[in-house]
């Protein structure tokens, strides 16, 4: 499951609401956390939702832990 602002979502579900933002909002910027417990695969799918959908730019912000 992905979390986006708040609310639990599937992946169907995240790139139902992305489309529907990108509409509405055809600049919208996304920003992906992860931390180190994050699988790739989930990272690689909400990017290719975003390329999908038509979001113009996405980044990845990843928690490390400080030294």
């Known amino acids: 499951a992905y979390l986006v ?11 139902t ?3 529907g933002e990108t509409k509405r909002k ?5 920003l992906i956390r992860c931390d180190e417990e994050a699988k790739h695969l989930h990272l690689a ?4 939702i975003c390329r999908h959908v038509g979001v113009p730019k996405a980044n990845i912000a990843v928690r ?3 030294r």
């Open 64 to 66: 490390t832990e400080r």
């Open 17 to 19: 609401w992305m489309k």
């Open 45 to 48: 799918n909400v990017m290719s």
């Open 5 to 15: 602002m708040g609310t639990q979502m599937t992946e169907e579900q995240l790139s």
């Open 26 to 30: 055809p600049e919208l910027k996304v």
